[in-house]
């Protein structure tokens, strides 16, 4: 098996330490997390080492990394740190799940984490270190950038085209052949139907409260 080193030991780390020892050929030996949010030297019972030394105790020429880290500053710190270990030397590992749903002809490319039931059709395309959670549909031809996370149950529709480091909320929809522009944030919920300038924001409103208590409704 491929020895592998996690960056992040965060809620993200250790879903990812989970699903890279379950389901994938990488065998996860140790985390690492910049010096000055190391808050423990372990995690799931493996050793927790400063950034500034992995290269020294773990060295690129025998070790793989994965980059797990969330959206954080529109992906931009998921973005420097993968960028600060490929300075380094380190190939990348990625994780497609054994429940996601490929095509032949599909690339996956470095440090992305696609997660169970996603569907990828026929032409679909996913750049550098992105993020797929669970349960989406990317539509025949759609291209979806470097750096991009998408949350759960997105409809990306066919020729769909999805700039670099953009955030797409939970059950998101996206109309065919629209482009959205780099560094967008699409909402959870949202409906986009034209075409997206780059850094755009899109939310839609959400559910309001009832004026009447759960207490009183006979029916339920």
């Known amino acids: 098996m491929k020895a592998l080193v996690i960056f992040g030991a965060g809620d993200i780390g250790q879903l990812a330490h989970f699903y890279f020892t379950h389901d994938s050929d990488y065998r996860v030996v140790a985390f690492t997390v910049d010096r000055d949010h190391l808050r423990s030297e372990a995690c799931c019972g493996l050793p927790v080492v400063p950034f500034d030394e992995i ?30 270990a490929k300075a380094l030397g380190y190939r990348f590992a990625s994780y497609l799940s054994s429940r996601a749903t490929t095509w032949p002809g599909f690339v996956l490319r470095e440090n992305c984490f696609i997660l169970e039931d996603n569907t990828l059709q026929p032409f679909a395309t996913v750049g550098d270190n992105v993020t797929l959670w669970s349960g989406n549909h990317i539509g025949h031809h759609a291209r979806i950038g470097d750096h991009c996370f998408l949350a759960s149950h997105i409809v990306v529709s066919g020729g769909v085209e999805i700039g670099e480091r953009c955030f797409v909320g939970v059950n998101a929809t996206i109309r065919d052949h629209v482009r959205v522009g780099a560094r967008c944030v699409i909402g959870a919920g949202a409906l986009i139907l034209a075409d997206v300038e780059p850094e755009g924001v899109f939310a839609s409103e959400g559910t ?5 208590p759960s207490s009183r409704l006979r029916r339920i």
């Open 55 to 84: 290269a020294t105790r773990f060295p690129p020429s025998e070790f793989a990394m994965f980059i797990a880290v969330s959206y954080a500053r529109l992906n931009a710190v998921r973005q420097e740190k993968y960028l600060a």
């Open 208 to 212: 309001k409260r009832s004026k009447v």
